[in-house]
């Protein structure tokens, strides 16, 4: 089974500042997604940036990018020029691309860290 | 509707009774997932639907937990004889099928007292 680890509760940061929330993972899979979600106050999860794991490139989303080290099986999210907005929990995810497999679909997400952005 | 939408938003209930919760998807999207959040467990999968295919239920924590989904659109989440363990944010999502993005409804709150 695959599991996804948040080791930072709480994270936070000033205004326009960067901030990198980490993200580890197991797995015995070669092929797979990894995802980061925000998810408000609202409680509405929102899809912040993906990435498969057969590509070498990170992955980037205007102020969001990622650090994928997929060796070491890490999946760090870097939020540059923080803002107000941005604060929220968020969480790690991961989805098998294994069709076949007893995990094909569904996401396994990690503990949470909850950002705080101060002005 | 442009989202996933849950009914209700929240739901207090007392233990020992049943509750159902209402997930309406994406229009047009096949695959219909439902993910319990809870303090102590973190996010955590409940069940899938895929068109017509068998659910996945593997992620049901009990057999007081069910849910069918109808027509391939609607789902309703129900658990018998709720506990207070049960206490969680639902969360309903769907997708245009089971590899593409997950889209999120805001979840139903259930508090059982």
Same mark, same amino acid.
Request: net charge neutral; hydrophobic share 30%.
């Given at each position: 089974?695959?599991?996804?680890?948040?080791?930072?509760?709480?994270?936070?940061?000033?205004?326009?500042?960067?901030?990198?929330?980490?993200?580890?993972?197991?797995?015995?899979?070669?092929?797979?997604?990894?995802?980061?979600?925000?998810?408000?106050?609202?409680?509405?999860?929102?899809?912040?940036?993906?990435?498969?794991?057969?590509?070498?490139?990170?992955?980037?989303?205007?102020?969001?990018?990622?650090?994928?080290?997929?060796?070491?099986?890490?999946?760090?999210?870097?939020?540059?020029?923080?803002?107000?907005?941005?604060?929220?929990?968020?969480?790690?995810?991961?989805?098998?691309?294994?069709?076949?497999?007893?995990?094909?679909?569904?996401?396994?997400?990690?503990?949470?860290?909850?950002?705080?952005?101060?002005? | 509707?442009?989202?996933?939408?849950?009914?209700?938003?929240?739901?207090?209930?007392?233990?020992?009774?049943?509750?159902?919760?209402?997930?309406?998807?994406?229009?047009?999207?096949?695959?219909?997932?439902?993910?319990?959040?809870?303090?102590?467990?973190?996010?955590?999968?409940?069940?899938?639907?895929?068109?017509?295919?068998?659910?996945?239920? /593997?992620?049901? $924590?009990?057999?007081? *937990?069910?849910?069918?989904? @109808?027509?391939?659109? +609607?789902?309703?989440?129900?658990?018998?004889?709720?506990?207070?363990?049960?206490?969680?944010?639902?969360?309903?999502?769907?997708? /245009?099928?089971? $590899?593409?993005?997950? *889209?999120?409804?805001?979840? @139903?709150?259930?508090? +059982?007292?």
């Amino acid at each position: 089974a695959q599991t996804v680890t948040q080791s930072q509760p709480e994270m936070s940061v000033q205004e326009a500042e960067t901030v990198t929330l980490s993200c580890t993972y197991d797995t015995s899979e070669s092929d797979y997604y990894l995802f980061w979600y925000k998810q408000p106050p609202s409680r509405q999860m929102i899809l912040v940036i993906r990435q498969e794991a057969y590509k070498q490139q990170n992955a980037t989303e205007n102020r969001f990018s990622v650090n994928f080290q997929k060796a070491a099986k890490s999946f760090s999210l870097k939020i540059s020029d923080s803002q107000l907005g941005d604060a929220a929990m968020y969480f790690c995810a991961y989805r098998s691309s294994n069709a076949g497999g007893t995990s094909y679909g569904k996401l396994t997400f990690g503990q949470g860290t909850i950002l705080t952005v101060h002005p | 509707g442009a989202g996933v939408s849950q009914s209700p938003s929240n739901k207090v209930t007392e233990k020992g009774k049943d509750v159902e919760l209402r997930c309406d998807p994406i229009s047009g999207h096949t695959a219909l997932y439902w993910y319990r959040q809870s303090l102590g467990q973190g996010l955590e999968f409940l069940i899938y639907f895929q068109g017509n295919s068998a659910p996945d239920k /593997s992620g049901l $924590p009990s057999d007081r *937990f069910s849910a069918e989904r @109808t027509g391939g659109s +609607v789902s309703t989440l129900t658990i018998q004889r709720t506990q207070q363990e049960d206490s969680a944010v639902y969360l309903c999502a769907s997708s /245009s099928a089971v $590899p593409n993005e997950q *889209f999120f409804g805001p979840g @139903t709150r259930l508090t +059982v007292l």
